[in-house]
T-cell receptor, first 113, second 112 residues
């Protein structure tokens, strides 16, 4: 069964460094998303992406964040200058259409020291 | 502001019984409601989606209901098994938005 994959599974970085989290959505899906979950808290929406542009973003997704679909299969989230409070699990998700269910990847645990 | 509440932090039941989990919401009119399972340190796994014009959906041992008047969804697992032990998340989405808004989840523990 097709699934969303994410790399790396765990990323440790120092405050102020840039990180890129990578995702391969399900191949025939058209909508892509990033969510994050701080330990012990709810899953929170960051951004959605469709037709090579951001379709919606949350207040969390400020100028330090960016997303890109560099080729036909990858979808990336970049954090330019990481802060301690960016430490969280980051989940990529994809869906076939807007009214369809979203499938999540296994997540990347980001630890900022 | 929008609020999603899921019943009790933990639900303990005996194997073979039916588990019923609740999702209540306020200040929101979702077009879709989705239920996910999440194991520790893992991503949410999609279980069922129900639309605002649907009352009930079933999939194997799972059943979800959606009452837009009560602003509530119930999620049932019949003939529960210890392998069903996990956190179950309710997520809502409006018609004009792509984002899912998640509840805090209910931890289900099925005792053998």
């Amino acid at each position: 069964e097709p699934e969303v994959t994410q790399t790396p599974s765990h990323q440790v970085t120092q405050m102020g460094q840039e990180v890129i989290l990578r995702c391969v959505p399900i191949s025939n899906h058209l909508y892509f998303y990033w969510y994050r979950q701080i330990l012990g808290q709810k899953v929170e929406f960051l951004v959605s992406f469709y037709n090579n542009e951001i379709s919606e973003k949350s207040e969390i997704f400020d100028d330090q964040f960016s997303v890109e679909r560099p080729d036909g299969s990858n979808f990336t989230l970049k954090i330019r200058s990481t802060k301690l409070e960016d430490s969280a699990m980051y989940f990529c998700a994809s869906s076939y259409g807007r009214s369809y269910e979203q499938y999540f990847g296994p997540g990347t645990r980001l630890t900022v020291t | 502001s929008q609020k999603i509440e899921q019943n009790s932090e933990a639900l303990n039941i005996q194997e073979g019984k039916t588990a019923t989990l609740t999702c209540n919401y306020t200040n929101y009119s979702p077009a879709y409601l989705q239920w996910y399972r999440q194991d520790p340190g893992r991503g949410p796994v999609f279980l069922l989606l129900i639309r605002e014009n649907e009352k009930e959906k079933r999939k194997e041992r799972l059943k979800v209901t959606f009452d837009t008047t009560l602003k509530q969804s119930l999620f049932h697992i019949t003939a529960s098994q210890p392998a069903d032990s996990a956190t179950y998340l309710c997520a809502l989405r409006g018609g004009a938005t792509n984002k899912l808004i998640f509840g805090t989840g209910t931890l289900l523990a099925v005792q053998p």
